[in-house]
């Protein structure tokens, strides 16, 4: 069987999409040095600019307060690994229990949905709040009194709620002809949703689910509100010395280089999602 030849008109099209795309990319690449150029121009000649780059772009406390941001912003991501874990299996069994239609089992889905209901209803930094202050002052035994583990359970509770309408989304989504055809081949309720629905489902939730923890990565700065020396309190401690915002910045640079390559691998897998359906 001979090999297949592309055509000339083919490798035509080739070369001229090739080049379209090599001007496209030129073209991108001239404008935003640009915009960059006049943008910071702009800035850099606007009249109270010495005093706002004395305040937060000052690379001697930009050195002093590196290390120990750098040193909180560890606790950060500690709490965002650990929570992340969490607030799967939390929104998993969430969404699981929501979806459960027999009778006798109708208080642990009015449980499920009141969680989901209060815990999106509430800012996440109150439930940080009421986790952080409220649980200690209950005096109970067996209450964790680190407080960066009190914030790892309110943002497990706040994002297992959304998470959960995530998890429920995807399993809503599947079919009703595919749990019909795999209890028809005798898999029971569980095995149907282990072996066919939640695959399905879990493929389809990815980009979503990364969004959700894209902001909770930012989130655990809220955990800064009750005490845990983290990045941003590390900088707040810093600022308090001469109301310079530089370590601010920081903080804020450490932030910005874990989210973006999480918003980037959400953005592909959801560009990659679009191309399987033929969008």
């Not at 009194?145 to 309110?154: E, F, W």
């Not at 700065?221 to 900088?235: D, F, H, N, S």
Request: glycine content about 6%.
């Amino acid at each position: 069987m001979s090999d297949w030849i592309k055509s000339e008109r083919q490798l035509q099209r080739e070369r001229v999409r090739r080049s379209r795309a090599r001007r496209s990319a030129s073209i991108a690449t001239a404008s935003t040095i640009v915009f960059i150029v006049l943008v910071a121009w702009g800035v850099t000649n606007a009249p109270g600019w010495p005093r706002v780059q004395e305040t937060f772009f000052n690379a001697e406390r930009f050195a002093q307060a590196w290390p120990d941001v750098l040193s909180g912003f560890m606790l950060n991501v500690k709490i965002f690994l650990i929570a992340e874990v969490l607030i799967l299996v939390v929104g998993l069994l969430v969404a699981l229990a929501r979806g459960i239609k027999t009778p006798a089992f109708f208080p642990i889905r009015a449980l499920a949905t009141l969680y989901t209901d209060i815990f999106r209803g509430v800012p996440t930094i109150l439930v940080i709040y009421l986790i952080g202050f409220g649980l200690p002052a209950l005096r109970l035994q067996g209450i964790p009194s680190d407080l960066a583990t009190l914030g790892i359970i309110a943002l497990t509770l706040s994002y297992g709620a959304y998470v959960a309408e995530v998890f429920r989304s995807g399993i809503e989504s599947i079919h009703p002809s595919q749990v019909a055809a795999a209890r028809s081949l005798g898999l029971s309720h569980g095995k149907t949703m282990r072996f066919v629905v939640l695959p399905q489902a879990t493929r389809r939730i990815v980009p979503p689910l990364l969004n959700d923890f894209v902001s909770l990565q930012k989130d655990t700065a809220l955990v800064a509100t009750i005490g845990p020396l983290e990045a941003l309190r590390q900088a707040q401690i810093h600022t308090h010395d001469d109301f310079n915002y530089t370590p601010y910045l920081a903080a804020a640079l450490l932030f910005i280089l874990l989210t973006i390559p999480m918003a980037r691998l959400t953005d592909h897998l959801a560009a990659r999602t679009r191309r399987r359906r033929g969008a």
